[in-house]
């Protein structure tokens, strides 16, 4: 495998070991475990957040809505319809997915700013919708016993630890589609867009599209958080909704890094976590985290895993020049068109490289 | 005939940026279009590859009217295009530039990428060997695993040509190619142009650069006020009275 040599993936993979082993630690402490599960509950939303502003380079304030609407699709479908809890997941994930389809038809035709305002606005729909339609969502009672998923007598979903495990596990695939998202065409795609659509245009992206998609599996991603969450949580009320709730999971993406695999990650853990340590400050913590959010955007604008990816980059920048004159003369001139070799000496000629090939 | 132009026009407000141009390109030459600055070369241009709609006017490529179709599908269609000033990605490496090219000619979907799927796989070869191909025909393979931001204009403009040729296009549209890029270097970059037809590529171009048009196209049509003013091999462009007044302006010193 080609892949472990390559610093950001043995990164990425470090930390999700690292969570992964969280309940040989805490797995006695049911509260702390849930914390940690609540997080990755919103980690998946992230990882959403992260295809249409870290790849596509939209920024979408609708991902806190789609959360709730993924989240009171599972609760109220499990409660007062007595679905199973895979049943109202699998509508919920399927609902949003259309929900945010829908949605990114008419936002869309709106860009930057315009996009920003116009999704918050739909996020304010869904919240508003949520905590004012008393008949069918309950309203500020919210929704009570949103039912844990069956696994016949297999695994006891009410075990904290089980529960920790299916979200991880659900976490894992949506960190595997991220890394194949980045490293395949349609992640080219969508980056092209967010460096620039007239030049995605002319070199025949198709932009509308290709926004509409990266719009839709943002939501889809933010259903299957927001569904995890009702069963974790059990109790969910219309905060699960609010535009507050976007503004958090774009917190966490910014401190983790935009754009990367491992970011929402390792952005939502670690805020999270702070949160949790500075809970007894209340309303008062964001007197602590504001400077560090504004530190960190004034020194790693990129987040904490772009600011390390930095450095790897750098260090094999490096490394190819350090390698110079040890294969210069594998390369074969004679292919190179017929100006190629009016160009040979030049100093640039020095840095060749050897062939990357995966 | 590759590209067909007829009575191609464009207002904005009350002013004709272009207006009833005729053109025809023939496959496997390089035609080129000239004129003074706000004649409308880039107006034109923008009409072909669908930037603009024309408000009057058709084109038609290989035979099929594009005259309405949007600057995606013209390159799925098989025109690619550079830009005046040179539009690379800059936080990327030439490489994933020139690949960003391949993205019209890939047909595998997220679903493949993540399962891997042969097809993902045969198609990401294939991508990097053209990509690596399209930047070695350019002469700037050496460059790929650099920053588009770090490397000179003349490899930035090298570059914007590799990524086009990588939408493997029959026909290229150069917005002034050589702007930018000293005039040592402007003989090197013209051979890079004049071997694209060999390629299977024509080439439709814009320049100033009057001694690197001579030695280039096959046919020139030059351009003032967004008409046409005439058009020919080099030779007779070069005789062409009118073109002297207008383009060239050895004239007007005797006029005034």
Redesign the interface.
């Known amino acids: 495998m080609n892949g472990l040599k390559n610093p950001r993936i043995l990164g990425t993979l470090a930390v999700l070991l690292v969570v992964a082993l969280t309940p040989i630690a805490f797995g006695d402490e049911a509260y702390i475990m849930r914390v940690i599960t609540v997080g990755l509950c919103s980690t998946i939303a992230v990882y959403g957040m992260n295809i249409i502003l870290g790849f596509t380079g939209q920024l979408s304030l609708a991902q806190g809505g789609f959360f709730g609407i993924g989240a009171y699709a599972v609760g109220l479908l499990t409660t007062d319809f007595d679905w199973s809890f895979w049943q109202a997941f699998l509508v919920g994930v399927v609902g949003t997915s259309a929900i945010g389809y829908l949605s990114g038809l008419i936002a869309l035709r709106t860009k930057d700013e315009y996009f920003a305002i116009f999704t918050m606005a739909i996020g304010f729909i869904i919240y508003l919708t949520i905590s004012r339609w008393e008949a069918v969502t309950h309203a500020h009672s919210g929704v009570n016993n949103v039912k844990f998923p069956a696994a016949g007598d297999l695994v006891d979903f009410s075990n904290p630890t089980a529960m920790f495990y299916l979200v991880f596990a659900i976490l894992l695939i949506c960190v595997?589609?991220t890394y194949?998202?980045r490293?395949?065409?349609?992640?080219?795609?969508l980056?092209?867009i967010r460096?620039?659509e007239?030049?995605?245009?002319?070199?025949?992206?198709?932009?509308g599209l290709s926004k509409q998609l990266a719009f839709a599996?943002s939501a889809f991603f933010g259903g299957i958080g927001g569904g995890l969450y009702a069963s974790v949580v059990g109790f969910i009320g219309p905060d699960a909704a609010t535009v507050d709730k976007t503004f958090e999971f774009l917190m966490f993406i910014l401190v983790g890094g935009m754009g990367t695999v491992a970011g929402p990650l390792v952005g939502t853990m670690i805020v999270t976590f702070l949160f949790e340590f500075f809970q007894d400050f209340q309303a008062y913590r964001f007197i602590v985290l504001g400077p560090i959010i504004i530190a960190l955007v004034i020194f790693a604008p990129r987040g904490i895993v772009g600011y390390l990816g930095g450095f790897v980059d750098k260090r094999a920048?490096q490394r190819?020049i350090g390698s110079v004159g040890a294969n210069a003369s594998s390369?074969p001139h004679d292919?190179?068109?017929?100006?190629?070799s009016?160009?040979t000496g030049t100093s640039?000629?020095n840095?060749?490289?050897t062939e990357e090939?995966? | 005939m590759l590209l067909e132009i007829r009575g191609l026009g464009k207002r904005f407000g009350g002013l004709d940026a272009v207006k009833n141009i005729d053109l025809d390109v023939q496959a496997g030459q390089v035609t080129a279009v000239i004129g003074p600055n706000g004649a409308g070369k880039s107006t034109l241009f923008n009409l072909i590859?669908g930037?603009y709609r024309p408000t009057a006017g058709s084109v038609a490529f290989n035979g099929r009217d594009i005259t309405q179709s949007?600057?995606?599908n013209s390159?799925?269609g098989g025109i690619?295009?550079t830009?005046q000033t040179t539009?690379?990605?800059?936080?990327?490496t030439l490489l994933?530039n020139v690949?960003?090219?391949?993205?019209?000619r890939?047909k595998?979907?997220?679903f493949?990428?993540?399962f891997?799927t042969p097809r993902?796989r045969r198609?990401?070869a294939l991508?990097?060997d053209k990509a690596l191909e399209a930047l070695?025909?350019?002469?700037v393979?050496?460059?790929?695993?650099?920053l588009a931001s770090n490397?000179p204009q003349e490899?930035q403009k090298r570059t914007a040509v590799a990524?086009?040729l990588a939408?493997e296009p029959e026909l290229m549209l150069l917005d002034e190619p050589a702007g930018g890029i000293p005039e040592e270097e402007t003989t090197?970059?013209g051979?890079?142009i004049r071997?694209l037809p060999s390629r299977g590529v024509s080439v439709l171009l814009v320049e100033h650069k009057m001694s690197m048009i001579m030695g280039l196209a096959d046919t020139i049509l030059v351009l003032d006020h967004g008409q046409k003013l005439a058009i020919g091999s080099p030779a007779e462009i070069q005789s062409n009275p009118d073109v002297i007044r207008a383009y060239l302006g050895t004239t007007k010193d005797e006029e005034n």
Request: hydrophobic residues 40%; charged residues 25%.
């Open positions: 595997y589609i194949a998202i490293r395949s065409s349609v992640g080219r795609t980056l092209t460096t620039s007239d030049l995605a245009d002319a070199i025949g992206v198709n932009v599996a920048r190819r390369r292919s190179t068109g017929p100006e190629a009016a160009r640039a000629d840095v060749t490289t090939k995966n | 590859h930037f949007s600057p995606h390159v799925n690619a295009r830009f539009h690379l990605f800059d936080d990327s994933e690949l960003a090219g391949r993205i019209v890939s595998s979907t997220v493949d990428a993540i891997h993902h198609e990401s991508n990097h070695e025909f350019c002469g393979a050496e460059f790929r695993h650099d490397v490899v990524m086009a939408t090197d970059f051979n890079l071997s």
